[in-house]
C-alpha cells in the first residue's frame, strides 16, 4: 500500500495494488501491518457501510467530539464520490482547512482522516457505496458536525448539493469565536 500525505497532518490518501487478470481483480482492503504506521496503535472497532442513491447528494460534515473522537479510514466500493476532511483541531496550522479526493471503486484509495476532523462527501455517479472502518464505536451523545456550505471553510462542492439530510441542514455555522475540538 502507498501512503501519501496531504496538506492536512493526519489526513492521508492510502492506494492498494488492484491484481488483474481475466477473470476480474482483487485488492486488499485493509492490512494491519502495512497501516501500522497510519494507525499509530489503534485497533479498527467498528466498520459501517453507506450507500447513496441520488448524484449531488452531500452526507457531511460528521465528526466525534472527545473524548469518543474516531479515525476513520474510508473507501469507496461502488460508484464514485467526492470526500471531504475538514481540520477542527484547535491550534493547528491547517485549522478550518479542508482537502478533498475523488474516491472510486477502480482508484482502490482509500482516504484516511483523523480525530478532530470532520468528513463528508458527495455522490458523482448513482448508487455509490462506501465503507468506513473506525478507530472507535458511535457514541451518539458525541455527534458533531459543520455546515457543509459554512462560508468560513469555503468547500468547493463539485456538483450543486440535490440531496442533505435534517441532521445535517441543522449543523452550525462556524463563528469567528470558533476555537476548534478541545483535544
Known amino acids: 500500500m502507498n501512503i501519501e500525505a496531504t496538506p492536512i497532518a493526519g489526513v492521508m490518501v492510502v492506494t ?21 504506521d497510519v494507525l499509530n496503535g489503534r485497533q479498527i472497532a467498528q466498520i459501517n ?21 474516531e479515525m476513520k479510514l474510508v473507501r469507496c466500493l461502488r460508484g464514485r464520490v467526492w470526500d471531504v476532511a475538514v481540520d477542527l483541531r484547535a ?21 484516511v482522516i483523523p480525530e478532530g476532523c470532520a ?14 472502518l473506525h478507530t472507535a464505536h458511535y457514541a451518539p451523545q458525541a455527534e458533531g458536525g459543520v455546515c457543509h456550505d459554512d462560508p468560513a471553510l469555503g468547500i468547493q462542492w463539485p456538483l450543486p448539493v440535490a440531496v442533505l439530510s435534517q441532521r ?11 476555537s476548534g475540538i478541545q483535544l
Open 16 to 36: 492498494g495494488q488492484a491484481f488483474v487478470d481475466h477473470r476480474g481483480a482483487f485488492q486488499r482492503l485493509y492490512c494491519d501491518r502495512e497501516l501500522a
Open 49 to 69: 457501510h453507506s450507500r447513496t442513491t441520488q448524484v449531488g447528494a452531500v452526507r457531511g460534515m460528521h465528526c466525534q467530539l472527545p473524548p469518543h473522537g
Open 91 to 111: 491550534g493547528s496550522p491547517t485549522f478550518l482547512h479542508w482537502h478533498a479526493v475523488e474516491l472510486s471503486a477502480e482508484s482502490g484509495q482509500m482516504f
Open 119 to 132: 468528513h463528508g462527501f458527495q455522490v458523482l455517479e448513482p448508487e455509490s457505496e462506501l465503507l468506513y
Open 168 to 178: 445535517d441542514r441543522a449543523h452550525p455555522l462556524l463563528t469567528s469565536e470558533y
